[in-house]
């Protein structure tokens, strides 16, 4: 067995072995861990605790659609969500109390406003809820658990309600306005689009609820499943992540299960795509920047990696076994030199095996043998199986274990040496 740490810039080669041809910073660490990720949420105290999500384009609406979705579950009054009152612009939900419960949902272009204040059943009671806002061409609409509130109100005469402030989740950003709230907040997507009648039943599935997914739509997206630290993380390519302050971490929103149906599972900007039989039949499918998560097992595969993604073990150990064959893709970095590799990295960026609590990396194992290849009586060449080759930048290869490469060969510089 073969484990290495390595963390270099160099143009590098190693054969039947850890780590093979470098351009780009690499890192190959210990050995696999699998744990189940969390279901967790944000908890605010109602005094001083948000989260700054800034000013990031995507979230200045303009004139333009958006749905604003979050679950929530309180016993007080709050700011939800607000997009810079007191600027030029904004937008906020507010569920304030006094004799009865009502929700304020509002956007402001400076000038003109237009809001939706509906008398509600108490929906500060500590259970979970799920909220819908948005603006729809000339009208926004609230739902609330699935169903909408309200009638549609006209917002024709409401232009940009871009701020230039920013936005804030669970408290106003305005300088001494007092509204905090004080509760537990969870799943929060921003999109470009007013969702449909039909997403939204979806969504509330009768109180058990659907994960919000990431599509073409999405602006941002936060699980807010993180469980430590002081960010969450925007589950698009966006980035639009958020910085905590004050907010602590607590029990989430439970969701179903998705039933999977293969022990690959292809994700896209944080969402669940697809089920695959076999890696390469996820790698093949993906998109880049996509998420290769693999269940616990043994996979007799050879891997092809021509795409930026990320791999991450889940379940208990993966195993990829190349079955000591010389098979799949080859490389000739000399002309009578034919190299197999188990796991071929041919793109910039890509991770693969993660040691973050919840992931874990692999066990690549049993690349094939050196062997001479004779026409005849004639020697002609060479092949040689290998356990990963890096062809390319920046790739991050941590957590895995490298086992059964039988003898071990490589060549630096184009010089043979033996290790």
């Not at 143009?11 to 699998?34: K, R």
Request: hydrophobic residues 35%; negative net charge; charged residues 20%.
């Amino acid at each position: 067995m073969k484990r290495q740490t390595i963390r270099r810039k160099i143009f590098h080669l190693v054969l039947s072995g850890v780590f093979l041809f470098s351009l780009g910073a690499v890192a190959l660490l210990p050995q696999p861990v699998s744990a189940s990720p969390g279901e967790e949420a944000l908890s605010f105290d109602g005094d001083d605790d948000y989260v700054n999500l800034g000013q990031p384009s995507g979230l200045d609406f303009g004139s333009g659609d958006f749905t604003i979705e979050m679950w929530f579950k309180s016993n007080t009054n709050c700011f939800l969500y607000d997009s810079g009152s007191g600027g030029a612009g904004y937008a906020y939900i507010l569920m304030a109390y006094d004799t009865d419960i009502w929700m304020t949902l509002r956007i402001d272009d400076g000038t003109q406003m237009a809001q939706i204040t509906t008398s509600l059943s108490p929906y500060t009671d500590g259970e979970w809820h799920y909220l819908v806002f948005e603006r729809d061409g000339n009208f926004i609409r609230a739902y609330v658990d699935g169903s909408q509130h309200g009638s549609d109100v006209d917002c024709s005469s409401v232009g940009s309600v871009t701020s230039g402030r920013d936005t804030w989740l669970g408290a106003c950003s305005y300088p001494g306005y007092s509204a905090n709230f004080q509760g537990i907040m969870d799943e929060v997507r921003i999109s470009s689009i007013a969702r449909t009648p039909a997403e939204i039943t979806d969504n509330w599935n009768g109180g058990v609820g659907e994960r919000f997914v990431a599509d073409e739509y999405t602006i941002a997206l936060w699980h807010m499943d993180e469980g430590s630290g002081d960010t969450i993380g925007d589950e698009t390519i966006n980035d639009n992540d958020g910085t905590i302050y004050g907010a602590t971490w607590a029990a989430g929103k439970t969701f179903p299960a998705v039933a999977h149906e293969g022990p690959v599972e292809l994700w896209r900007a944080g969402s669940w795509e697809e089920d695959y039989g076999a890696i390469q039949q996820a790698i093949d499918a993906a998109q880049v920047f996509d998420t290769i998560i693999v269940h616990g097992g043994t996979y007799n595969e050879h891997l092809f990696i021509d795409k930026t993604l990320t791999f991450k073990s889940i379940d208990g150990e993966v195993i990829i076994d190349g079955q000591s064959l010389a098979s799949g893709p080859s490389w000739r970095p000399e002309s009578d030199i034919s190299i197999y590799p188990v796991v071929w990295i041919d793109a910039c960026n890509v991770v693969f095996g993660v040691d973050d609590g919840s992931y874990g990396g692999f066990t690549v194992k049993n690349a094939a043998p050196w062997e001479e290849i004779y026409e005849g009586e004639e020697l002609t060449g060479y092949s040689v199986g290998i356990a990963v080759l890096i062809f390319s930048y920046e790739c991050v290869v941590e957590n895995n274990i490298i086992t059964n490469t039988y003898n071990s060969r490589s060549w630096e510089n184009s010089r043979s040496i033996s290790t």
